[in-house]
């Protein structure tokens, strides 16, 4: 064992079982890959991360909703169809312990997406603070959160930006979807936000989580692509009337009038094993019997579809 690193963990039960994590290989021949001192994220007691175990038994247990679901539910006028919650719009205040949940509601009047604002002490009973901050229907809304430019599109991103050189109106970052690309905008509390629509980045995707890297120490956004499908409509071309599919996380086109649309973009080539490769490319599609997304006004169906 000389010159090896070892981390023994030894569970005090009947049996004394134990698990036992190392560079060296198990008599299995399976390697270890944990390196003490590495920035490398590994599951600790993940099977390659083991060298071998004495009487242990490696269970999961999935997870159950609460009985108590759904623990917050519409109540308020403006909240249309009811909440809702994706990625990472859940935090827990670091010097109170409390849980902030920044929430999206839709309503089909409009094709709005708007946000709310609740806390909680134990994620089961939340509580939607009289802010009054913000007006529906001319009257103050309660826990209703304003939007800047293109408000019917409140699907912001939050996350909170841990560096204590962050200037305080600084502290939290939001990102949010809009036809005219992904607005910025920047808060000291989470409540009060101060958007600038100049920062943008045309993504057009709604779906959209921002979070504080601290491996990257950085910033990251994760973001849905598009799928384009279709059919190649050019005559001069050997893949004339060939099946066509492109993953795209921003596209240009234009309706040609004549059946087809001329997109240009960039294509996201997916490789296994290695990294994937972005390359600018321009391609023409059958254009038949198109209809319009949700609000947007772009054809996502018919003889080509996104």
């Known amino acids: 064992m000389k010159n ?17 994590f190392s560079k060296e290989k198990s008599s299995d021949n399976r390697t270890a890959t944990l390196t003490p001192g590495s920035d ?36 308020e006028k403006w909240e249309g169809v009811g909440p809702y919650l994706w990625g990472n719009r859940l935090m827990q205040d670091e010097k109170t312990g409390e849980f902030r949940m920044w929430y999206i509601t839709y ?21 939607k ?3 009054g901050i913000e007006k529906f229907e001319g009257a103050v809304a309660k826990n209703l959160l304003p939007l800047g430019e293109n408000p019917q599109k409140g699907t912001r991103s939050i996350a909170r930006d841990p560096r204590p050189e962050t200037p305080s109106h600084r502290r939290y970052l939001g990102v949010r979807f809009t036809y005219d690309g992904e607005f ?25 989580h921002v979070m504080w890297d601290e491996r990257r120490n950085c ?4 973001f849905k692509m598009w799928e384009v499908r279709g059919t190649h ?22 309706n040609n009038n004549n059946g087809t649309t001329s997109f240009g973009g960039p294509i996201t080539h ?18 038949e019997n198109q209809g319009a997304d949700d609000g947007g006004g772009t054809s996502l169906s018919g003889a080509w579809n996104a």
Request: hydrophobic share 40%; aromatic share 14%.
């Open 4 to 20: 090896k690193y070892v981390l023994s963990l030894l569970i005090l039960l009947l049996g004394f079982p134990a698990a036992v």
């Open 40 to 75: 490398q994220t590994v599951l600790l007691l993940g099977e390659p991360t083991v060298a071998r175990t004495k009487n242990l038994t490696q269970k999961f247990f999935p997870a159950q909703k609460h009985p108590s679901n759904p623990v917050l539910q519409r109540s």
């Open 107 to 127: 309503d089909y009047a409009g094709n709005f997406y708007r946000w709310g604002y609740a806390t909680s002490k134990d994620a089961l009973h939340w509580t």
């Open 129 to 131: 603070p009289d802010l």
């Open 184 to 208: 910025v905008s920047f808060s000291p509390d989470g409540i009060a936000w101060l958007e600038y629509p100049l920062i943008t980045w045309h993504v057009p995707s709604d779906i959209i």
């Open 219 to 222: 910033f990251t956004a994760y």
């Open 233 to 254: 409509a050019q005559t001069n071309s050997p893949l004339h009337g060939k099946p066509f599919l492109a993953y795209m996380s921003t596209y240009d086109m234009t």
């Open 270 to 287: 997916f490789k296994n094993p290695g990294a994937a490769e972005v390359m600018r490319s321009n391609f023409v599609l059958r254009a």
